[in-house]
C-alpha cells in the first residue's frame, strides 16, 4: 500500500489486486481531512496487509471520529475491527443492511453505529456530508456521498476499472490512461461489478444518473479508480451508456486449467 493526497482534503490510501486476465484492480481507502476525520473504507484484510499500519502514517488513529463504510464487501472491511478498536471515538457510518450483513461474520457494536440512508446528511464539525446511492453498485448497502466543502465526490464502487500495469492502479491521476482505454475498462467493470445494469429499468436508471450529474463535484473518488479530476462529461457518458456494453462473462473449468498450467502445470492435473 501506498499513500498520496488529493488536494487539501482527502488522503488516499491505495492498494490493488491482481485478477488474472482482468488485469490490475485498485484497491482505495481514504481520509478526509475535517474536523471530525473521516475514514472512509478500510481496504483488504489480507495477511499481508496492515490497514492501521498504513493509516498510523497518514493520521493518528484515535483522533479519527467516523468510519465511513460505503458498503460492508470484504475489499471494503478489511481493517474495520482493528481500526475500531485503535480509534476509539469513531462511529461507524452505515447502514441498517450494512449492520446486518457484517453481523454474519462478527458483531459489530452497535452503540458505536450510525446508521445513514441516502438522501440524509452527516456534520463532521467544518462540513457536511451528503448521502447518495450511486447508479453502479454490487452492493444493496451501499451509500456514497459528496462533501459539500471540498466538491469531492465519493463514488464507492461506481466508474471503478481494471489498469493495464500495476504502476496505474497506483497512480493519483487516471487521466495517465487513454480515454477510449479508459472507457472500455470502466464498460468492463460495469458488466462484473453490476451486471444488473444490462436488465435494469431504462428510464429509473437514468433518473440515478441525473440525481448524480446535480452534485456539483469536481472530483470523483472510486474505490477502484485512481483520481478522476475535470472528468464529468466521460464519466456520466459512460455510465449512460453502460446499459448497451458487452455483458462479462467469466472463464469457465477449460480455461482455469489453462490458468492453473501457466503458473504450475501438475495443480492444473490436479483440477
Known amino acids: 500500500m501506498h499513500t498520496y493526497r488529493v488536494g487539501d482534503d482527502v488522503t488516499v490510501l491505495n492498494d490493488h489486486l ?24 478500510t481496504g483488504v484484510g489480507l495477511p499481508d496487509r496492515d490497514f492501521v499500519s498504513v493509516l498510523s502514517s497518514v493520521i493518528d488513529p484515535a ?3 467516523w468510519i465511513y463504510l460505503t458498503h460492508p464487501d470484504r475489499d ?11 480509534a476509539p471515538q469513531a462511529r461507524l457510518v452505515t447502514t441498517f443492511i450494512g449492520v446486518g450483513i457484517m453481523s454474519t461474520d462478527r458483531p459489530v457494536p452497535l452503540d458505536r453505529v ?9 456534520d463532521v464539525g467544518d462540513r457536511s456530508l451528503h448521502a447518495f446511492r450511486p447508479p453502479l453498485f454490487d452492493n444493496p448497502a451501499t451509500v456514497g456521498f459528496y462533501d459539500d466543502r471540498s466538491r469531492i465526490c465519493f463514488s464507492s ?3 471503478g476499472a481494471p489498469m493495464a500495469t500495476a504502476e496505474l492502479a497506483g497512480s493519483a491521476d487516471v487521466r495517465e490512461v487513454p480515454a477510449q482505454e479508459l472507457r472500455a475498462a ?10 444488473w445494469v444490462h436488465n435494469a429499468n431504462t428510464d429509473g436508471y437514468r433518473g440515478t444518473i441525473r440525481a448524480m450529474e446535480a452534485i456539483d463535484a469536481d472530483v470523483f473518488l472510486s474505490t477502484h479508480l485512481p483520481p478522476a479530476i475535470g472528468l464529468r462529461t466521460p464519466l456520466f457518458e459512460m455510465l449512460a451508456d453502460a446499459p448497451g456494453a458487452d455483458p462479462f462473462v467469466g472463464p469457465d473449468q477449460q ?13 492444473a492435473a490436479a483440477v
Open 186 to 195: 470502466q464498460f468492463l467493470w460495469a458488466a462484473i461489478d453490476s451486471p
Open 18 to 41: 491482481e485478477v488474472p486476465g482482468i488485469g490490475f484492480l485498485p484497491i482505495n481507502a481514504f481520509v478526509l481531512h475535517a474536523r471530525e476525520p473521516v475514514v472512509v473504507d
Open 157 to 159: 464502487d461506481c466508474f
Open 255 to 267: 480455461a482455469l486449467q489453462a490458468m492453473l498450467a501457466s503458473f504450475d502445470p501438475s495443480a
Open 114 to 122: 450510525y446508521l445513514l440512508n441516502p438522501g440524509q446528511k452527516l
Open 63 to 65: 483522533t479519527v471520529r
Open 76 to 86: 471494503h472491511t478489511g481493517g474495520l475491527f482493528k481500526l475500531l478498536e485503535a
